[in-house]
């Protein structure tokens, strides 16, 4: 089997397309075929060693998917070769096959493809937990969402609009723009390269703050981080929640904290990776919602460009650029 190794931390154009033996499953284990991976930001991170995370090398990126069982360890119940499955992994899915735990796999319906079923885990499961489990959305909130062309962007656009709320998008260009609009924002902030000294930072928070019809946003959605996070913070209404899910943007921002105190405000750190595991039941009930607002046809994952599957430096290499919209899918022919 092929898989895109990281042999040592560093630039992304260093992994490679490599042939190694194909895993052999343990007792409760399974190998994936696996047909899809999506890219997420973790990955441009991970290869460089800038992750929270640091596997041993060699490793490969990509955290879903969705594929094929190939075959099954002896103990193993709840799936059997040939099942058509989504998967989510710490590392490891960009290759031509995965080895994980049954209670790893998903089983999926015939009637979503594989690169639909591999793209849309990760960035509707932060998202919606952001929202419902940490903001509290409900349908009288009005949401500003940052970078919010982007995969945890766009899904959050998706999912607040899906639930009633009235939102407005920030993004960098036009181009992200239309598609927000696309995804029925009620209003746009384009911000370029973010404000650079104290006067940008002021007048970018008097438009944020210019859009809300509320005096305020309710929520923030802030997968950005940087330069960005302060201004946005100041057009936050009466009791906002301010969701802190990343730092796409570089820098980790520091925010003066009598800015929560003026508007009774909270400052609110999302982290869906360890909520998947320590509240694994409320997780289940929001990919069971996830899954029923996508067959009602109430949310649609976009994806907005594939690539093959040994191309995926080039995909890789789109993340650091800023060029991700939506979701990039790996395919494996
Ligand atoms: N807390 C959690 O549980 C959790 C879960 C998943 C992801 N995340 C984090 O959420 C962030 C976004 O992840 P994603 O997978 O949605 O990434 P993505 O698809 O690449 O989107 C990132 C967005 O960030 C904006 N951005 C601003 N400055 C950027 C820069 N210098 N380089 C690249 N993008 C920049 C871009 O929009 P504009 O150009 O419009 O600004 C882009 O759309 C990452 O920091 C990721 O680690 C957190």
Not at 101 to 125: K, L, N, R, W
Not at 225 to 231: M, N, Q, S
């Amino acid at each position: 089997m092929k898989i895109l190794h990281c042999k040592e931390y560093g630039p992304v154009e260093n992994l490679v397309w490599e042939d190694i033996d194909s895993p052999e499953p343990g007792d409760n284990e399974v190998i994936v075929t696996i047909k899809a991976a999506a890219l997420n930001f973790p990955d441009y991170l991970i290869v460089q060693g800038l992750y929270q995370f640091k596997p041993e090398v060699p490793f490969a990126p990509g955290n879903e998917g969705a594929g094929v069982i190939k075959k099954i360890g002896k103990n193993v119940t709840r799936v059997k070769e040939g099942d058509r499955v989504s998967f989510m992994l710490p590392y490891g899915a960009f290759a031509e096959e995965a080895c994980t735990h049954e209670f790893g796999v998903f089983p999926i319906s015939d009637d979503i493809t594989f690169e639909m079923a591999a793209s849309y885990q990760m960035a509707y499961g932060t998202s919606y937990h952001a929202l419902m489990q940490r903001g509290q959305l409900t349908d009288h909130d009005e949401v500003l969402v940052l970078g919010a062309s982007g995969g945890v962007g766009l899904a959050a656009v998706d999912i607040a609009k899906a639930k009633g709320a009235r939102v407005v998008a920030g993004v960098s260009t036009e181009e992200k723009a239309k598609i927000c609009r696309d995804y029925g924002v009620d209003d746009v902030v384009i911000y370029g390269d973010g404000p650079k000294d104290k006067d940008e930072s002021k007048a970018f928070a008097a438009e944020l703050k210019s859009k809300s019809t509320h005096g305020g946003y309710s929520i923030i959605y802030d997968p950005i981080g940087d330069c960005y996070t302060e201004p946005a913070f100041r057009s936050i209404g009466w009791k906002g929640r301010y969701l802190v899910v990343g730092f796409a943007a570089g820098q980790i921002p520091k925010l003066p904290i009598n800015l929560t105190l003026l508007k009774g405000a909270s400052l609110v750190g999302v982290f869906w990776g360890s909520f998947t595991g320590l509240e694994a039941e409320i997780n289940q009930q929001n990919i069971a919602d996830i899954n029923k607002m996508l067959a009602e046809g109430k949310i649609k994952p976009l994806i907005s460009e594939t690539f093959p599957m040994e191309k995926a430096v080039d995909a890789i290499q789109m993340i650091g650029n800023r060029k991700v919209m939506g979701k990039v899918v790996l395919i494996n022919s």
